[in-house]
C-alpha cells in the first residue's frame, strides 16, 4: 500500500511534545520541587485542623448542629433530610472516612475561595485579565483529572494533600467564572447611585457588588463543592483518604458491597451539600426578591 | 454655587475631531457620518446663585441626563468645565482628581435618578442612609436623619422594607429620600417626580420648594411636565439637541418664547400660573388712562373705559384713594379680600390692591369678588398700572403682557 494513504505519511514529522511534556515536568521536579512541598505546608495545616474538629465531634453532635443549622438555612426537609443521611452514614460504619472526606472537600472549598474570589473579581474588573484567564479556566475544567494525577504525585507526593491539590485544580474554575460572571451582571444604575454618593472603589465593590453578585458567586460556591466531590474517588488513586478508599479496594478486589455503600456515602453527602448551598444562594435572592 | 462654562460630552471613538467639526459649523449629522460620534451636550453654559431653583426641559434625547450627569462627573465630560463653589473657593469638578471628586459627591452633589438607582440588597432605610454611611457618619445618627428623611417624604414607617416591596413611586420617593439626606447644598433631580400620582407629586413639590427656601439647596430639575416647571423653576432651560436653546425666567419662556422648538413646548401652558400683575397692568402714562388735573402733591387718574373711576395718586407714587360713580372706594390688600367670605354679588365699593410678582391667577379671584379696576403696585406700595378683565382676557388669549401696547400684543 501507497505509504502516503497511512498514518506512515507523518513519520518524518512527527512531533515529540510527550518528551517534551515529560522533561518540562522533571524540569519542574527538579528544581521547584521544594517550593511545591512548600506549598502544601497551608493546605495541609488546613486539612488536619478540620479533620481534627470533625473526628474529635460526637457524631451525635455533629448530627444535631448539622439538621439544625440546614432548617435554618433551608428548612425542615432539608435538616430531616441531613439528620437521616448522616445517621445513615453511620450506620453503614463510614462515619470516620465520611468526616475525613468533608474535610478534603472543606479543605479544597476553602482554598479555591481564597485564590477564586479574588482572581474572580480581577476578571470582572479587566477585560484583558479575564481574556487572559479564559484559557487557563478552560484546559483546568477539561484536562481529564487522570493526567494531571501523574505530576501532582511528582510535585506533591503521594496523599490525602496530594489529593486536596488536585481537587483544587479541578474545582477551581467554576467559582472564577460565576463571580466574574456575578459582578458583570450588577446592574450599571445601581453603580452610579453608589459612585454618584461619592463611594470609593473599596466600597462600591464590598457595599454593592459583591452582595448583589453573591447568589451567582453562591452558585459558583455550589458547583465548586459538587465538583470537589466528584474527586472524592480520583483523589484515592493517588493515597487520599476518605470515602474514595473503599471504593477504590473494593473495585480492586471486586467487593461490590463495599465499593456501593463508599458511593452510596458521597451520594449522600452531594445531596446535603447541594441542598444547603443552593439554599444559601436563593436566600439572598429571595432577600432581592 | 455653580458655574457651568462651554460644557461638551461627546460619545464616541473620535471625540477631539468631532469637537473641532463642531466648532468649524457643521451639523451633529454631518459629524456622525465623518466620525461616528454622539453629540449628546454641546456648548452649554449657565450660572446659578445659591438657592436657585434651576428647571431643564427638552424632548426625549435632547441630552438633559448628560448634562446633569457631566456636572457630577458621573460621564466625563469631553470639554468645559464645571465651576462648583465651596468653603474651599472655586472647583472645578471636571478637573478634580479622584479623593476630591469623592468629596465633591459626598458633601454636595446629591442626585435623585430617572431609574432610581436604589440598592435592591438594602432596607429603604438603610438606601436612605447610604450617603452618610459613605460620609461616615455614625450609624445611630444616620438611622435618626434616615428615618426623618423618610418621614418627610411620606413614607415613615418603610424603613425596614426591602425596595422590591414598594411601589414605584414610592421607590422614587426613597431615591429622593437619599438624595436628602445626604446632605449636599446642590440637588441634581433628573425626573424624580414622574412615576407620582398628582396629589403625591404636588406635595412633593412643595416640600421642594420649602426644602429649597429653608435650606438654601440648590436644585437642577429635570422634568417633562411644564406645569411643574413653572410652579418650582426660578429659571427654566429649554434644551434642543444638546444646546439650551432659551434660558429664562418662567413668565418669559411662556409669553416670549424665542424659538418656534420652544413655542411648541409652552403652547399648552396654563398662562395664569406664569403672567404676573406687573406685566399685564395698564400704566398711568397709557392711551386708556386719563390724567384729569393736577393738584398740589398728587394727581387724579381715570380710566377711560370704566369713566367714573378716578385714583388719585401722590407724586412719589403712591396711591392716596379712589372714587367710582363718584364715591370713595375703599383699597384693600388682595389677600385680605380673599380671606373673607365671598360676597353674593361682587363689591363696587372696594378695590384689590396687588403686588406686581402676583400671577393672573390671583387677579381671576379678585375680580371674582370685586368689579372695580385692580390697583398693581411695587415694593414701594407705588402704583404701576390697573389691571381690568380686558387685560386678563387678553393676557389669557395671546399669552402676552401688556407692556404698553393698546391692544395687548407686543413684539
Ligand atoms: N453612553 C452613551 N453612548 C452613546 N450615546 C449616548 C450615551 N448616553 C446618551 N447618549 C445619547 O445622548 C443623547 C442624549 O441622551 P440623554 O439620556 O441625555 O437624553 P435625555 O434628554 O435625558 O432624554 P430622556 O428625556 O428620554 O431622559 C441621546 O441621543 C443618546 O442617544
Ligand atoms: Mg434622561
Request: net charge negative.
Amino acid at each position: 500500500m501507497n505509504a502516503l494513504l497511512t498514518d506512515a505519511v507523518f513519520d518524518p514529522i512527527r512531533i515529540p511534545l510527550d518528551d517534551w511534556f515529560n522533561d518540562f515536568i522533571n524540569w519542574l521536579t527538579f528544581n521547584y520541587r521544594p517550593t511545591f512541598q512548600a506549598m502544601k505546608v497551608p493546605v495541609e495545616a488546613l486539612l488536619d485542623g478540620v479533620s481534627a474538629v470533625l473526628l474529635w465531634l460526637p457524631p451525635i453532635a455533629f448530627i444535631a448542629l448539622v439538621a439544625i443549622m440546614a432548617w435554618r438555612v433551608a428548612g425542615w426537609r432539608i435538616g430531616a433530610l441531613a439528620a437521616v443521611s448522616f445517621t445513615l452514614i453511620g450506620m453503614v460504619g463510614l462515619w470516620d472516612l465520611t468526616m475525613v472526606t468533608l474535610s478534603m472537600v472543606a479543605a479544597s472549598v476553602v482554598v479555591c475561595l481564597i485564590i477564586g474570589l479574588p482572581l474572580g473579581i480581577l476578571a470582572a474588573r479587566s477585560d484583558r485579565f479575564q481574556g487572559g484567564l479564559r484559557p487557563v479556566l478552560d484546559v483546568m475544567q477539561t484536562t481529564p483529572a487522570f493526567v494531571y494525577l501523574v505530576p501532582v504525585v511528582m510535585l506533591f507526593s503521594i496523599g490525602t494533600v496530594a489529593g486536596v491539590i488536585a481537587t483544587i485544580i479541578f474545582a477551581l474554575p467554576p467559582l472564577i467564572r460565576l463571580t466574574d460572571l456575578g459582578i458583570r451582571q450588577v446592574p450599571e444604575d445601581v453603580i452610579e447611585a453608589a459612585e454618584a454618593f461619592g463611594s470609593s472603589e473599596r466600597e462600591v465593590l464590598f457595599k454593592v457588588r459583591l452582595p448583589l453578585a453573591l447568589p451567582t458567586i453562591m452558585a459558583g460556591v455550589n458547583q465548586t463543592i459538587m465538583l470537589a466531590l466528584s474527586m472524592v474517588v480520583i483523589a484515592a488513586l493517588i493515597g487520599a483518604g476518605g470515602l474514595g478508599r473503599p471504593v477504590v479496594e473494593g473495585l480492586n478486589a471486586l467487593r461490590i458491597g463495599q465499593a456501593g455503600i463508599g458511593g452510596l456515602a458521597i451520594v449522600l453527602l452531594a445531596i446535603v451539600l447541594d441542598r444547603l448551598t443552593q439554599a444559601f444562594g436563593e436566600g439572598g435572592a429571595a432577600k432581592r426578591g | 454655587m455653580i458655574r457651568v462654562e462651554s460644557l461638551h460630552k461627546v460619545f464616541g471613538p473620535k471625540p477631539d475631531e468631532a469637537l473641532r467639526l463642531l466648532a468649524e459649523g457643521r451639523t451633529k449629522d454631518e459629524i456622525r457620518e465623518a466620525t461616528g460620534d454622539v453629540i449628546g451636550v454641546q456648548d452649554v453654559s449657565f450660572e446659578l446663585k445659591p438657592g436657585e431653583f434651576f428647571v431643564i426641559m427638552g424632548l426625549s434625547g435632547s441630552g438633559k441626563s448628560t448634562l446633569l450627569r457631566c456636572i457630577n462627573r458621573l460621564i466625563a465630560p469631553t470639554s468645559g468645565r464645571v465651576w462648583l463653589q465651596t468653603d474651599d473657593g472655586e472647583i472645578d469638578v471636571a478637573q478634580a482628581g479622584p479623593s476630591e471628586l469623592r468629596r465633591l459627591r459626598q458633601e454636595h452633589l446629591a442626585m435623585v435618578f430617572q431609574r432610581f438607582g436604589l440598592l435592591p440588597h438594602r432596607t429603604v432605610r438603610d438606601n436612605v442612609a447610604y450617603g452618610l454611611e459613605v460620609q461616615r457618619v455614625g450609624h445611630a445618627e444616620r438611622v435618626r436623619r434616615a428615618d426623618e428623611t423618610l418621614e418627610m417624604v411620606g413614607l415613615g414607617g418603610w424603613g425596614d422594607a426591602l425596595p422590591s416591596a414598594l411601589s414605584g413611586g414610592m421607590q422614587q420617593r426613597v431615591g429622593l429620600a437619599r438624595a436628602l439626606a445626604a446632605g449636599g447644598k446642590v440637588l441634581l433631580m433628573d425626573e424624580p417626580f414622574s412615576a407620582l400620582d398628582p396629589l403625591i407629586k404636588m406635595q412633593m413639590q412643595e416640600e421642594m420648594i420649602r426644602l429649597q427656601r429653608q435650606l438654601g439647596r440648590t436644585i437642577i430639575f429635570i422634568t417633562h411636565d411644564l406645569d411643574e416647571a413653572l410652579r418650582l423653576g426660578d429659571r427654566i432651560a429649554i434644551m434642543d439637541d444638546g444646546r439650551f436653546v432659551q434660558v429664562g425666567v418662567p413668565e418669559t419662556i411662556v409669553t416670549e418664547p424665542r424659538t418656534p422648538y420652544v413655542a411648541d413646548f409652552v403652547a399648552h401652558a396654563d398662562p395664569t400660573g406664569v403672567i404676573t400683575a406687573g406685566t399685564v397692568a395698564v400704566p398711568p402714562e397709557h392711551p386708556r388712562v386719563d390724567e384729569l388735573r393736577r393738584e398740589p402733591g398728587s394727581r387724579v387718574l381715570s380710566h377711560r373705559t370704566q369713566a367714573e373711576v378716578e385714583i388719585e395718586v401722590a407724586d412719589d407714587g403712591r396711591v392716596l384713594g379712589m372714587r367710582a360713580d363718584g364715591a370713595g372706594a375703599e383699597l384693600v390688600p388682595i389677600d385680605t379680600l380673599l380671606a373673607e367670605e365671598a360676597p353674593t354679588s361682587r363689591y363696587r365699593d372696594r378695590a384689590a390692591v396687588v403686588h406686581a410678582d402676583r400671577t393672573l391667577r390671583t387677579l381671576l379671584a379678585a375680580r371674582n369678588v370685586c368689579n372695580l379696576p385692580v390697583l398693581v403696585v411695587d415694593d414701594e406700595e407705588r402704583l404701576i398700572g390697573l389691571v381690568t378683565e380686558r387685560e386678563i382676557i387678553h393676557a389669557i388669549i395671546e399669552k402676552r403682557g401688556h407692556n404698553g401696547d393698546t391692544n395687548g400684543v407686543t413684539a
